[in-house]
């Protein structure tokens, strides 16, 4: 049996060795990854030094340590933040992803008492002209540019279908219930980053705008609230060519996936967006820690189901949990791919869309 095992390994190794060895395949599963990290500022010890150094996809910043909100995670000022994305960029010999979520309102890192320009809620931008919401975000994109952050996990364009949703439309996260209405604000939010050289995402695919729980807290169900119209949006953006990456949500719909929740689904991710709707860009998953994923599912499966499903990039706040190391997802995904539980060939297909989006910086 063991002598059996040790054949099949050391085929499933040859066969992609004469393609590609170890390291090459451990670099290209480094590039689908973006990580929280502690820290204002690194030098070459720092471990975020290290991965970036390694190959890591890229990284997220944030304002305030989740466990002591006293302290501050990465962002301290414009001139201390400008300096560390300067570092981190500096590391790597291909363009970092610096990544960040600034929507406006109560999802904002950059903060106006560290000297960035305050953003009104999506909600509030929305009862104001086209000329306003330009000039809003036109300022957001600046303060991006500004500091080197070239990745904004926004706009939200779910749907404000149920009031009383907690993650989204009680907190003005929506720029409104009409899909036309939420394209046009979200095309402008969009169109302002690209001028900037800042890339977007859309969120959350496929709608998280019709829940009734929140994502970051557990298991959420919207088998029986969901309705088509929430494809509006991105049906819209794939149509007119104006998508950088899209954001899946963690939600179940059993009348799409019986199994899986959409960021681990083969159903949504790859039968529904790519098949149906006709995307051919960069998905990237919500933050695998948010207790949605985490509560149900280890991180061996998380990551085989959501790269199985047709994600490209995998997000590790390190926020929400105990940090995960750029290391331990390697290993993780490496040894699927030998036991042949990951094609080789999802890291390689998901590592030419990186590189496509790349090109646009």
């Known amino acids: 049996m063991i002598k059996a095992l040790l054949i099949v390994f050391l085929a499933t190794v040859c066969s992609f060795a004469q393609t590609y060895s170890k390291n090459e395949v451990e670099k290209m599963i480094a590039k689908m990854v973006i990580l929280g990290f502690n820290g204002t500022s690194i030098d070459k010890n720092s471990q975020i030094y290290k991965d970036v150094e390694f190959g890591l996809g890229g990284v997220i910043l944030f304002d305030k340590d989740p466990n002591d909100k006293t302290k501050v995670k990465n962002i301290e000022s414009k001139a201390q933040l400008k300096k560390l994305n300067q570092q981190l960029q500096n590391i790597s010999n291909r363009k970092l992803l610096i990544s960040v979520d600034q929507e406006g309102g109560v999802v904002q890192r950059l903060k106006s008492d560290m000297g960035f320009v305050n953003i009104l809620k999506a909600s509030e931008i929305a009862l ?5 919401a330009k000039q809003t975000y036109q300022n957001l994109a ?12 926004a706009p939200v364009v779910d749907l404000a279908i149920n009031k009383d949703n907690k993650v989204v439309v009680t907190r003005g996260r929506s720029f409104g219930e009409d899909s036309k209405v939420v394209t046009k ?8 980053l690209q001028k900037e050289g800042v890339l977007s995402t859309l969120k959350h695919f496929p709608g998280h705008g019709s829940s009734l729980a929140d994502s970051h ?21 794939i149509k007119n060519n104006k998508v950088d990456i899209i954001m899946t949500a963690h939600v179940f719909n059993e009348n799409l996936d019986k199994k899986y929740p959409a960021t681990l689904s083969y159903n949504v991710n790859t039968k529904l967006l790519r098949e149906d709707l006709g995307y051919k860009g960069v998905l990237i998953t919500d933050d695998l ?6 509560k149900h599912y280890d991180l061996k499966e998380t990551l085989t189901l959501a790269i199985n499903s047709g994600v490209n990039f995998l997000l590790f706040a390190n926020q929400l949990a105990k940090p995960v190391s750029l290391d331990e997802i390697i290993k993780t995904v490496y040894a699927q791919i030998l036991n042949k539980q990951i094609p080789l060939q999802k890291i390689v297909d998901s590592n030419k869309k990186i590189d496509e989006l790349l090109n646009k910086l």
């Open 289 to 294: 820690q948010m207790s949605a994923i985490s």
């Open 217 to 237: 807290l557990g298991f959420v169900d919207i088998s029986n609230t969901w309705s088509k119209k929430e494809l509006e949006p991105y049906k819209y953006f």
């Open 185 to 192: 604000y979200a095309s402008i939010f969009v169109d302002e």
């Open 128 to 132: 104001k002209d086209e000329d306003f």
């Open 142 to 153: 600046k303060d991006l540019s500004s500091v080197g952050i070239n990745l904004d996990f």
